[in-house]
């Protein structure tokens, strides 16, 4: 249902719910180690984010014994993709993009990252935690939404908060990866099934979350992100007004 919004059509998207953002994006770098290290024997691992990236990044790469590598950005605080390039190493695993980023509600230029990705073989996450559920209708209503999702090729993982304008209760969110290759943990059972297993804790509220989704469906969040951008510009519109009048 989730994956719906961001797929650009593509059935091989997986995922799974989680307690919260900040257990999504410890999830996606965790996924990311275990390719990385399995696939290209990666032991010293590297993940590169912007100052403006969540805390949940840094708290990620500490847990799990990675080197965050931050980079700058520019004018308009989106991170700076030439610095990206230039940061780039054989121990890269995953460059962090925020769609948007908390501090200042901008979204990066994945676009430009997707492309850097795919040269230099190495994933992108996307940080749309707060804009997962914003986004796609924003566009959907004729707001000029870059591209962001996994319409771009170079885009390995998502997290989209469930919790925030999902409108579900508080606790829950999900991270989505491009295939199960790139996203889970398989183990054998007992009965020799394989299982594919990507949770740090059990998610109590998924179900709750799936109801409040089912519940609004498509055309009832239209009507509510609707409203949603007309307040959001009215703001935008006040603020400029202020502004101006401050520097008059």
Not at 47 to 53: E, H, L
Request: hydrophobic share 40%; aromatic share 10%.
């Amino acid at each position: 249902m989730t994956s719906s919004l961001v797929n650009g059509g593509s059935k091989s998207i997986v995922g799974c719910t989680s307690s919260g953002g900040t257990e999504s994006i410890i999830l996606a770098a965790k996924a990311h180690k275990t390719y990385y290290k399995k696939k290209f024997g990666i032991n010293n691992p590297e993940i590169i984010a912007c100052y403006t990236a969540h805390a949940g990044i840094e708290k990620a790469c500490d847990m799990l014994d990675i080197r965050l590598v931050r980079v700058g950005f520019d004018s308009n605080f989106k991170i700076d993709p030439i610095g990206v390039k230039k940061l780039i190493t054989s121990n890269t695993i995953m460059i962090y993009s925020s769609a948007p980023n908390f501090p200042q509600g901008v979204i990066d230029p994945i676009e430009e990252l997707s492309e850097l990705a795919v040269e230099y073989g190495v994933g992108l996450h996307v940080d749309c935690c707060l804009g997962g559920f914003i986004l796609p209708f924003a566009k959907r209503l004729g707001y000029d939404v870059p591209s962001f999702d996994f319409t771009l090729p170079g885009v390995t993982s998502m997290s989209l908060d469930t919790h925030k304008y999902g409108y579900a209760s508080k606790g829950t969110s999900v991270v989505l990866y491009r295939n199960k290759v790139r996203g889970y943990f398989l183990v054998k059972n007992m009965h020799k099934h394989d299982l594919y297993l990507d949770l740090l804790c059990i998610c109590w509220k998924g179900a709750s979350s799936f109801a409040i989704l089912h519940l609004f469906q498509v055309d009832g969040r239209v009507v509510c992100y609707t409203n949603n951008c007309r307040i959001a510009t009215r703001c935008a519109t006040c603020l400029c007004m202020v502004s101006s009048r401050i520097n008059a």
